[in-house]
C-alpha cells in the first residue's frame, strides 16, 4: 500500500506529465484539480524537485 504522499505525488507528476502546454503550471491548479492540500503538495513538489524531478 502506497502512502498518501506516494500517491499525491504520483497524481502530480502524472498531471504535469500530462499537460500539452509548455507553458507554467501552478502548484495550486494541481492542488484544485488532484484534490490535494495545497501546502502538503508544495512540500512534495519541493521534495521531488531536490531529488532531481
Same mark, same amino acid.
Given at each position: 500500500m502506497l502512502s498518501k504522499?506516494? *500517491?499525491?505525488?504520483l497524481q502530480a507528476l502524472s498531471y504535469m506529465a500530462g499537460e500539452k502546454s509548455d507553458a507554467p503550471i501552478? #502548484?495550486?491548479? #494541481?492542488? *484544485?484539480?488532484?484534490?490535494i492540500p495545497l501546502k502538503f503538495l508544495e512540500?512534495?513538489?519541493l521534495e521531488l524537485r531536490k531529488a532531481g524531478f
Open positions: 504522499k506516494t *500517491q499525491y505525488a501552478l #502548484i495550486a491548479e #494541481i492542488a *484544485q484539480e488532484k484534490n512540500s512534495i513538489l
